[in-house]
């Protein structure tokens, strides 16, 4: 089995040797470097081959949402789970839009933060129910979902839905694999908050998506 190394990002030391050993427990993990800020994560990056980073949000000098933003722009291939108390909705739909692969609250448990990471190591997203309902609030607040943006991708996987293609037409057209064509269908009813891919649809031409 292919193991993926991995940084933990905390600026409380208890908390990440706990994260570390849950991690290690686990045959998909290779090795764990720990930072306590994200420049260190930054730093690590240049130095080690890292598949996945599992960050809190509230650090000092580069905070959990600024380290996503640099994640994601610099190293698009690297996975990023976030973990926070802060599970109020306007956090979680931040940490959403901003393109991370999971979040969990800090008080999760074990076998739920291990679900978390084999979930993501798979190519897929993983929300607790907790941070799900806390984006549908996120979401009937703003009513229209205005602030609600999709990728060029994930626009391009609905225009063919809506054309009501199967994944393996879809993955055919964009030539993309199947696995990522159901990864960016999940994300978009994720964004949208629709339950099924016709609410997606019906969205996405009421506000103007495919405008």
């Known amino acids: 089995m292919n193991k993926t190394n991995i940084i933990i990002a905390d600026d409380h030391l208890m908390f990440l040797e706990g994260i570390n050993t849950i991690l290690s427990d686990m045959e998909e993990v290779g090795d764990i470097h720990l930072a306590t800020e994200g420049n260190q994560v930054i730093r690590l990056l240049s130095q080690f081959e890292i598949g996945l980073i599992i960050s809190d ?3 000092p000098k580069m ?7 640099s994640i994601k722009k ?12 802060l599970d109020n909705h306007r956090t979680v739909h931040k940490v959403i839009q901003k393109g991370a692969d999971g979040f ?26 907790i ?26 996987v609905l225009k063919w839905l809506a054309e009501e293609l199967t994944s393996k037409e879809i993955s055919e057209k964009l030539f993309i694999s199947v696995n990522t064509v159901e990864t960016h269908r999940k994300n978009i009813l994720l964004k949208t908050g629709s339950k099924t891919t016709t609410g997606a649809v019906k969205y996405a031409i009421e506000s103007g998506l495919f405008d």
Do not use: C, W
């Open 74 to 85: 610099k190293h698009s291939n690297v996975k990023i789970i976030m973990l926070s108390m």
């Open 104 to 129: 969990v609250p800090k008080f999760t448990s074990k076998d739920e933060l291990q679900k978390a990471v084999r979930t993501v190591l798979n190519d897929e997203q993983y929300f607790s129910d």
């Open 131 to 156: 941070i799900k309902q806390r984006y549908m609030e996120s979401v009937f607040e703003k009513k229209k979902y205005k602030n609600i943006t999709l990728s060029p991708r994930e626009k391009e």
């Open 57 to 59: 949000i509230s650090m």
């Open 63 to 69: 905070d959990g949402l600024e380290l996503l933003t």
